[in-house]
């Protein structure tokens, strides 16, 4: 643990600020290969209907236009992050409004917009389902009757039982029925959570350029280069290798942009057109036809003792999968946000189950802890009602049912390094939770979350340069994170060299093994310790280097501040013949295979270490009109080391904010089909005028998996936010609001009808 | 096509501009000025704020052909030869930022506030800002560093 | 968005041949906040765009004995920020202060809100509190329109299609007026109006109501003057009951849509609500002017 480290743990702005605040920093939209076209794409005016014939010859007449292509033209190419059940472009059924159907590259994206205008297609309009609930009834149309012959399925998560039922996931922890019979008291509620944009401001932008030699190469919107490359390698039927993915800037991502989503409409384009094409995405397509968060409707079941203990829980998730299961990148094509049905509590017998479901709706996708903001609402919510129907204090109820060191979660992981207690304390502390509010319609609310850090694969390749500086490639793009600057970090921090002495560089497709990108709470563990691992194999090189340059054993050596010292004692000298930098180093080693070192890392998923968070929110409520506002947020969080304090505060900052987004405002609520928010005035994200005060507090905590012992933040910000709002409307004005948006029109009807 | 003569940056220009060409496309595709970025285009998110006369407007919404005779300042603008610009450097200092594409309209933005504003309070930041959307940050630290440029302690 | 012949013309004579030239094909550019959305969702297209900014003298601000007149390429900003509005019509300044974010107040224009006729807007709510009228010049010479003449339905206005505005005419606050200008934004500050509300007051000393009006803005396909809201309470005394009951008549003069920022029902509610608000705002501060 470097506790005196002037690195780790310090304030250190990001390696790429300079490139960012200055215009610099090139994003997909910026790259323009020579000969560059824009390409747009004609979508479905209807929710479900056939495609009786597309007539696309008046597109041509337009001036600049370079290729046209409609779904006649590449029947059978489907697409998808793992399940490819969405075409490339539609041929036969459209199944959403915005499901591609043609498109058209132009000299200008003015002249592809006019051209797709004069495509004409014909449709015949089919029933259409768009709540998944009745999706699931037996008379309902069905989307996918040729469901079978989709690639890469895995059978066992299917559920050919359910009408339009694309997956199921279940977790159980001991004999829930038993355990409803042992109960004093079983409470059980419903919960809606509407569909939200993951709002990063970065639309979806593609690049696909044939070269010469027949190489693809693309530039992406994707936190994943290599998971693009794949997907969009499998549409086309050849091999990843054929296609290159360039590095670069990813302008937000949150769940929502690991895919190849328009590459292959880009790449057919460019092949016709002879010329490089670029899609990018308006944000009113952005809102119709991206990959939204999903839509879920939640049962959850708790049966309680009469001391307060909670000792059954059922939880069943249905989750509105939209027309297409294609967006979601895990073999199990779900969402697992239900896993934390539990949250931090001990409960011995509990069944949860989350099922996707088809309907003509935006294929849904990943957003920030996919599925747990919505199951954090349902469950903290719930976890309120259950303590006032005791007659308990909802804090002292939550402290009462708190996992202890060792204990247990509601599914059966056994957990270590267990701070629940103390993170709730020092929330409660923190909001002044014993102390009266500050006035009449305040309230104040609680929600906690608790959840794994994530892991997987990684690597990193480390190389000392000739001038002694180090450069690290690591195999993943920065979507905002700032992974560069805890991996620059961590390589000062070994290789103790200054940080400008540290350049990081992120590998193509090509020169790097490949890598899963960002998300789940996993990156600065898993490239972290890539990365260190990497350093450990290069030291190994350079000592045994330095040691045949020094004429000494290696293990003679002593290494300070990047310079090794030939030194029996293994103190330091000055005698500069018995010393050699890295520069001195790198000089006398021509082969820089001597000087680089290298790892590939496949990080276990430790779930027995938990982190945790406890919200409070303070809001207060106008009864005449319902507005809500959210003066005061507390954000707890058991913390081990902070590598990089901007960073993991810049986190909880937005994390805190995207869910009081979903809480008080986000709903990208579709009527008929429609998507009814589309453009960012309706679709509200909130601004700088619209944030509360927020305090946050981190409880020292330790044994974290990444490096340095570090726990993760990322997805510990935005799930309970929700509730913790809820939570404090209802303490405030008792009603409570069991669906999102909480808006001022439902807490005003719900005042009415109280 | 029509010729329009402008500045931009301190750079006259004389080109040749569609009717219908919009500035944020005219700095981004025919001048390879791609600090602009381009989001929402319609005026809500920022990300497209430049200065036209010293006042910020969104790029989106602004005709090219409408400026002839103007002085722009994009995000490119803004630093020096020696440097980023007091702002910009704050903007990095602080953390005003996390995925970046939003942050050249914010501290574009910033830049005009301090510009009219050049100590100003963190109410007047928050009202001046909120036309700057950002997904990242929860803008606390954006509000920050525009108050430290400002000189807050 | 389609190509359009573009004109900058440099005298309001040159604007209005080329109006006359194009007829309805024709649309005038000021900030372009409105017209430019509308364009490039294809709302409009028009063959012919005439852009104002080059010509001299549609953007000034002057007062003459608390007579207001603004030229129509004022911006919102310019409004404002304006001492002479804050000092003459302070509820102006307030209302343009609640416009969208500064960015767009910097383009958007008083003329240009106006003849754009969204009745989500801000403005014209208390440019009809205020009696305000449109000066428009033609090439037949020109009128003044009341702005309660103005508004016909959502994006149609009493404008010919050869005519301009060049002013809006504010004529001089009522001795002892008392204003005020409520938006409601339950969602963000920055935000169309859920409904908001202009209010203007004026009491006699022994607190009778002798001039109250009240406009809307967000709730019907024109902004709105509650004339019922009025009625009721001329010659009323200022009492909480009696703006209570004034303030409930407001249900019969708007008509609302539902949308994203609340259904037609609640939009109602909160015109009532806010109705009431402006008028017990403008009645303390009447009173804290008599103290």
Known sequence: MPGSSTVIGAPIPRLEGADKVSGRALYTADVSPPGTLAAKILRSPYAHARIVSIDASAAWQVPGVKAVLTGKDIVGHRWGRFLRDMPVLCWDVVRFVGDRVAAVAAETADAAEQALQLIEVEYEELPAVFDPLEAMQPDAPLLHPDFSEY?????????PDTRNGLSRLTWQKGDVDAGFAEADLVLEHTFYIPSRHQGYLEPHAGIVAIDEAGRIQVWTASKSPFGSRNQLAKSLGIQPEQILVHPIYVGGDFGGKGDALDLPIAYFLAKQAGRPVRIIMSYLEELLASNPSHESIITIRTGIKRDGRMVARYLRAIHNTGAYGCMKPLPNVAIGGAVHAGGPYRIDNTFFEAIQVYTNTVPAGFFRAPGGPQVNFAAESHTDLIAQALGMDVAEFRLRNLVEEGDENAVGEKLNGVHARETLEAALQAAHWRDPKPGVNYGRGIAMYERHVGAGPSSAELTVEDDGSVTIISPTIDQGGGIHTVLQQIVSEEMQIPLDQVRVVVGDTDSMPPDQGVGGMRITNANGHAALQAIEELQGKLRERAGEILGAEPEQLSYDEGVFYRSNDGGRTDDGNRALSLAELAAQTADAELRTGRAKVEMPMQRDIACFAAQIAEVEVDPETGHIRVHRFVSAHDVSTVINPIA??????????????????????????????????????????????????????????????????????????????????????????????????????????? | MSEITLRINGKQHREDVASNRMLVDFLRYDLGLTGTKESCSVGVCGACTVLVDGRMVSSCLTLAISLDGAEVTTVEGLASETGLSKVQESFVKYGGYQCGICTPGQVVSAYALLQENPHPSEDEVKDWMMGNLCRCTGYYKIIESVMKAGGAE | MIPFDYHAPRTQGEALELLARYGEDAKLLAGGTGLINMMKQNLVQPAALVQLAHIPGLNAIEAANGDIRIGALTTHRQIETSPVIAREVPLLAETYRHVATVRIRNAATIGGGIAHADPMQDPPAALLVLDASVQTASPSGGRTIPLGEFFLDYYETALEPDEMITEIHVPKLPAGAATTFFKFLPRSQDDYATVSVAALLVADEGGTVRDVRIGLGAAGSTPIRASEVEQALLGQRCTPEAFHEAAALVKDAVDPISDVRGSAEYKRDMAEVFTRRALERCWSQAQARKS
């Open chain 1, 151 to 159: 690639q890469d399925i895995s059978p066992e998560v299917l559920i």
């Open chain 1, 648 to 754: 993991h505060q810049g986190q909880i900052d937005g994390g805190v904010i995207q869910g009081l987004g979903m809480a008080l405002t986000e709903d990208l609520a579709v009527e008929e089909g429609r998507v009814t928010s589309l453009h960012l005035g309706d679709y509200k994200l909130p601004s700088a005028a619209d944030i509360p005060e927020l305090e946050t507090v981190l409880v020292h905590s330790e044994g974290g998996p990444g490096p340095y012992e570090a726990k993760a933040i990322a997805e510990m910000t935005n799930c309970a936010p929700p509730a913790a709002v809820a939570n404090a409307i209802a303490d405030a004005v008792g009603v409570r609001l069991m669906e999102l948006p909480m808006t001022a029109e439902r807490v005003y009807r719900a005042l009415q009808d109280k």
